[in-house]
């Protein structure tokens, strides 16, 4: 038995029935989830690469937002061989359909950024660049 592997449904319940803005941030909301997803926007990265872009992340709390990106279907976890080797992750098809919304986040905040004087700029993640957006070969995703 795989001890690392994910468990059952680790993600976040929805609060509120029936609520879009529920779905949307059980699924997306915290601190790192939108910040992971950034990062395998870019392309797919090992835990290691993943937690040294989005330091100062903790090894558990990047391990649970990965289980819970995971369970959503946002993103897949690759073993590379029989543990301790690496795993790959990688955006599926669906969890591409949140890139826009992650670059318009990331648009937003270099703009509050700018109009807050009373916080120095700095890009201590490196997560200035701008998401390469795709859009998804997903048969089941029903975007415009």
Known sequence: MNKK???GNHARPNPLEGCPLAAAFAAFGGKWKLTIVYWLAHGELHFAGLQRRA????HKV???QLRELEADGILDRM????????VIYQLTAYGQTLLPIVESVRVWGEGHLRRSSAQQR????????EIPLRRPACGSCSLP
């Open 62 to 64: 990047l391990a649970e």
């Open 5 to 7: 592997a994910p468990a």
């Open 122 to 129: 700095s890009d201590a993640m490196g997560c200035s660049v």
């Open 55 to 58: 330091a100062p992340i903790s």
């Open 79 to 86: 073993p590379t061989g029989a543990v301790p080797a690496p």
